[in-house]
C-alpha cells in the first residue's frame, strides 16, 4: 500500500512530454527511479530560510524563500527537497523559481524513486545553469497539500464552533545544513486555543524562530488549534467537457462534481428545525448552503441537476458587466455529507474566438477551470479535462511541465458524425481553486490545414484539421437528405398491387 501510494504522490507532478502522430497518445515515465541505497549529496548549505504557512483556507499554501550555496568543489544543479511518504501524494502545484527572476520559467522539477519503503521521499530540483563553488541563488518554493486539516473534536453539535488541528515541523525538513531560518504561519483568526512550542504571536500570526546551525534532517514538531467555522469543501473527482462547434457557432461547457465536506461531522441528528431557525441571523457554519459561481460574461442557458434531476434553487444572473450563477444544494451539506452535482451552460464562440494577430489563424481562449469561487477554498483531488475537438482533428501533440497524470486521446461520437470527433482527455491530481486563472488557449491557420496550438498553462498541445474536414457533416446531411428523397422516390415507383393490371 505504501508504495502504491507513493506511486500515486510521484504521477501528478512529472514532467510529461508528448508527441505523436496518431489519435492515441501514451504519456512517458512519469518520475525517475534511482537505486535503492541513494542519498542526496551534501552539496550545498541553507544560508537563510524563511518559510510562510498559510491556513486561511481549507487546504494548507506553503511558500519557502532559501538562499542556498554551493558547498562542494564542483558545480552542482540538482537541489533535493524532502517530504514523508505519508505526505507527498498530498502534495500539489509544487513550482520553483527564481526569487530575483520571478518572470523567468519555473524551474525543473520532479519526484525521484530510491525505495518505495522509505519514510522520506524526494523531489528533484534542477537548476537551470549549475551554481558555481561558493555561488548562491534565491529560490522560491511554493506548493499546497490537500487533506491536512483535521477537525478536533472530530464531531460537534449542529451550531459549535468548528477548530482545526495543524501539525507539521518548526524545523523545516531539508536535506541540507540550514544556517539560520524561520517558520511564519498565517491564521484565518485570533481564536486559538492550543499550540506548541513558544512563538512570537502577533494577531493571527506565528513565528517560530529563528533557528540557527540546523543539521541535515532534523524536525521538530509543532501544532497548532484555530477556530475555522467554515466548510472545507474537497472534490474527490472534477469531470469538466468543454465542447467547440465551428458549424453552430457555440461552446458548450459541463462540470460534474463528487463533492464532499470534510469539515467536522454532526454529533447528533440533523434538525431543520434548528437549521431553518438559524438562517434569520445567518451565524457562522461548517455546513455548506450555497456556491457562487462566477462566469464569463455572454454565458447563456445554465443548468444545475443531481442524480435526482434538475434543482430549482438557482438564480442566474447576467448583464454586460457580470454572469453569475448561485446555485443552493437540497440539504445543506455539513461534515462527512456528500453531494454529487454538475452544471453547465454555453457561450457565444465569437466571445472566446479572435483572428490572430500574426499570419491567417485564429485563437480560441477558454478557462482551463471554473466551476465555485468560495471564499474557504475548494480543493480537487483529481481533475478529468476532456477537450471535445473537431471532427476530422489529428496529429495530437503536447508537451508540459504543470501535474498531467495521463493523456489519451479517443473518439467521440456526436449526432450526424461519421467517425467521430477527436477527444483529448488531460488528468491531473491534488488541484486547488487558484487554477481558475489559468486559461486554454487555441490557436489555427485557416487552410490549406488547420493546425491548432493549444495552451494550458505551460502546456501546449497541436493538431491538423484539414481543410476539408471542415465540410464533412454538411456532406454527410447533404447525402443523406439526398438519400431520403432517392429511397422515397424508388419506392413510390415500386408496384405493390396483388391484382394484375387490366
Given at each position: 500500500?505504501k508504495?502504491?501510494?507513493?506511486?500515486?504522490?510521484?504521477?501528478?507532478?512529472?514532467?510529461?512530454?508528448?508527441?505523436?502522430?496518431?489519435?492515441?497518445?501514451?504519456?512517458?515515465?512519469?518520475?525517475?527511479?534511482?537505486?535503492?541505497?541513494?542519498?542526496?549529496?551534501?552539496?550545498?548549505?541553507?544560508?537563510?530560510?524563511?518559510?510562510?504557512?498559510?491556513?486561511?483556507?481549507?487546504?494548507?499554501?506553503?511558500?519557502?524563500?532559501?538562499?542556498?550555496?554551493?558547498?562542494?568543489?564542483?558545480?552542482?544543479?540538482?537541489?533535493?527537497?524532502?517530504f514523508?511518504a505519508?505526505?507527498?501524494?498530498?502534495?500539489?502545484?509544487?513550482?520553483?523559481?527564481?526569487?530575483?527572476?520571478?518572470?523567468?520559467?519555473?524551474?525543473?522539477s520532479?519526484?525521484?524513486?530510491?525505495?518505495?519503503?522509505?519514510?522520506?521521499?524526494?523531489?528533484?530540483?534542477?537548476?537551470?545553469?549549475?551554481?558555481e563553488?561558493?555561488?548562491?541563488?534565491?529560490?522560491?518554493?511554493?506548493y499546497?497539500?490537500?487533506?491536512?486539516?483535521?477537525?478536533?473534536?472530530a464531531?460537534?453539535?449542529?451550531?459549535?464552533?468548528?477548530?482545526?488541528?495543524?501539525?507539521?515541523?518548526?524545523?523545516?525538513?531539508?536535506?541540507?545544513?540550514?544556517?539560520?531560518?524561520?517558520?511564519?504561519?498565517?491564521?484565518?483568526?485570533?481564536?486559538?486555543?492550543?499550540?506548541?512550542?513558544?512563538?512570537?504571536?502577533?494577531?493571527?500570526?506565528?513565528?517560530?524562530?529563528?533557528?540557527?546551525?540546523?543539521?541535515?534532517?532534523?524536525?521538530?514538531?509543532?501544532?497548532?488549534?484555530?477556530?475555522?467555522?467554515?466548510?472545507?469543501?474537497?472534490?474527490?473527482?472534477?469531470?469538466?467537457?468543454?465542447?467547440?462547434?465551428?458549424?453552430?457557432?457555440?461552446?458548450?461547457?459541463?462540470?460534474?462534481y463528487?463533492?464532499?465536506?470534510?469539515?467536522?461531522?454532526?454529533?447528533?441528528?440533523?434538525?431543520?428545525?434548528?437549521?431553518?431557525?438559524?438562517?434569520?441571523?445567518?451565524?457562522?457554519?461548517?455546513?455548506?448552503?450555497?456556491?457562487?459561481?462566477?462566469?464569463?460574461?455572454?454565458?447563456?442557458?445554465?443548468?444545475?441537476?443531481?442524480?435526482?434531476?434538475?434543482?430549482?434553487?438557482?438564480?442566474?444572473?447576467?448583464?454586460?458587466?457580470?454572469?453569475?450563477?448561485?446555485?443552493?444544494?437540497?440539504?445543506?451539506?455539513?461534515?462527512?455529507?456528500?453531494?454529487?452535482?454538475?452544471?453547465?451552460?454555453?457561450?457565444?464562440?465569437?466571445?472566446?474566438?479572435?483572428?490572430?494577430?500574426?499570419?491567417?489563424?485564429?485563437?480560441?481562449?477558454?478557462?482551463?477551470?471554473?466551476?465555485?469561487?468560495?471564499?474557504?477554498?475548494?480543493?480537487?483531488?483529481?481533475?478529468?479535462?476532456?477537450?471535445?475537438?473537431?471532427?476530422?482533428?489529428?496529429?495530437?501533440?503536447?508537451?508540459?511541465?504543470?501535474?498531467?497524470?495521463?493523456?489519451?486521446?479517443?473518439?467521440?461520437?456526436?449526432?450526424?458524425?461519421?467517425?467521430?470527433?477527436?477527444?483529448?482527455?488531460?488528468?491531473?491530481?491534488?488541484?486547488?481553486?487558484?487554477?481558475?486563472?489559468?486559461?486554454?488557449?487555441?490557436?489555427?491557420?485557416?487552410?490549406?490545414?488547420?493546425?491548432?496550438?493549444?495552451?494550458?498553462?505551460?502546456?501546449?498541445?497541436?493538431?491538423?484539421?484539414?481543410?476539408?474536414?471542415?465540410?464533412?457533416?454538411?456532406?454527410?446531411?447533404?447525402?443523406?437528405?439526398?438519400?431520403?428523397?432517392?429511397?422515397?422516390?424508388?419506392?413510390s415507383?415500386?408496384?405493390?398491387?396483388i391484382?394484375?393490371?387490366?
Open positions: 500500500m508504495s502504491l501510494g507513493f506511486l500515486l504522490g510521484c504521477l501528478p507532478f512529472a514532467s510529461v512530454i508528448y508527441g505523436t502522430d496518431s489519435n492515441l497518445s501514451e504519456p512517458l515515465s512519469s518520475h525517475q527511479i534511482l537505486p535503492r541505497n541513494f542519498r542526496p549529496p551534501p552539496v550545498f548549505k541553507n544560508v537563510n530560510l524563511v518559510r510562510n504557512i498559510n491556513l486561511e483556507k481549507g487546504y494548507v499554501k506553503e511558500t519557502v524563500n532559501v538562499v542556498i550555496q554551493n558547498t562542494d568543489a564542483n558545480s552542482q544543479d540538482e537541489y533535493y527537497i524532502p514523508k505519508s505526505i507527498i501524494g498530498k502534495v500539489g502545484g509544487l513550482e520553483v523559481r527564481d526569487k530575483k527572476n520571478p518572470e523567468t520559467s519555473p524551474f525543473k520532479e519526484v525521484v524513486e530510491y525505495d518505495v519503503f522509505s519514510p522520506t521521499q524526494f523531489y528533484r530540483i534542477t537548476l537551470p545553469k549549475p551554481l563553488t561558493s555561488g548562491q541563488q534565491t529560490l522560491t518554493i511554493s499546497h497539500l490537500l487533506s491536512a486539516l483535521a477537525p478536533l473534536p464531531e460537534i453539535k449542529q451550531q459549535d464552533k468548528q477548530y482545526l488541528l495543524h501539525t507539521f515541523s518548526s524545523y523545516t525538513p531539508s536535506v541540507y545544513l540550514t544556517t539560520k531560518q524561520k517558520t511564519k504561519l498565517k491564521l484565518p483568526t485570533t481564536d486559538i486555543p492550543d499550540f506548541t512550542g513558544e512563538p512570537e504571536r502577533q494577531g493571527s500570526s506565528f513565528t517560530y524562530g529563528p533557528y540557527e546551525n540546523i543539521p541535515t534532517g532534523v524536525e521538530q514538531e509543532a501544532s497548532v488549534r484555530y477556530e475555522f467555522t467554515k466548510p472545507i469543501i474537497h472534490t474527490t473527482l472534477l469531470e469538466r467537457d468543454i465542447e467547440v462547434s465551428h458549424w453552430g457557432g457555440n461552446i458548450a461547457f459541463e462540470e460534474r463528487w463533492l464532499t465536506n470534510k469539515a467536522a461531522s454532526l454529533i447528533n441528528h440533523f434538525s431543520r428545525v434548528t437549521w431553518a431557525s438559524t438562517q434569520y441571523y445567518n451565524p457562522p457554519s461548517s455546513a455548506i448552503k450555497e456556491f457562487k459561481v462566477p462566469l464569463r460574461v455572454g454565458s447563456l442557458n445554465p443548468y444545475f441537476t443531481d442524480e435526482i434531476g434538475n434543482i430549482s434553487t438557482s438564480r442566474f444572473r447576467s448583464n454586460s458587466r457580470e454572469a453569475n450563477l448561485e446555485l443552493k444544494p437540497r440539504y445543506p451539506v455539513f461534515g462527512g455529507w456528500n453531494f454529487p452535482f454538475r452544471i453547465g451552460w454555453d457561450a457565444n464562440l465569437k466571445d472566446f474566438l479572435r483572428k490572430a494577430t500574426t499570419g491567417e489563424g485564429y485563437v480560441l481562449k477558454v478557462p482551463f477551470l471554473e466551476g465555485p469561487k468560495m471564499n474557504e477554498g475548494i480543493s480537487y483531488e483529481k481533475v478529468e479535462l476532456r477537450v471535445i475537438l473537431p471532427e476530422g482533428a489529428i496529429n495530437v501533440k503536447y508537451s508540459t511541465s504543470i501535474p498531467i497524470l495521463t493523456a489519451t486521446t479517443t473518439s467521440h461520437n456526436t449526432f450526424m458524425d461519421t467517425l467521430g470527433r477527436t477527444s483529448l482527455k488531460l488528468t491531473a491530481m491534488n488541484v486547488i481553486d487558484e487554477s481558475r486563472d489559468t486559461d486554454l488557449t487555441v490557436t489555427l491557420p485557416c487552410f490549406p490545414s488547420l493546425n491548432f496550438v493549444m495552451l494550458i498553462q505551460d502546456k501546449q498541445i497541436t493538431y491538423d484539421y484539414p481543410f476539408l474536414a471542415s465540410f464533412r457533416k454538411p456532406i454527410i446531411i447533404f447525402v443523406s437528405v439526398l438519400g431520403v428523397f432517392v429511397t422515397a422516390w424508388v419506392l415507383k415500386i408496384d405493390t398491387s391484382g394484375k393490371k387490366s
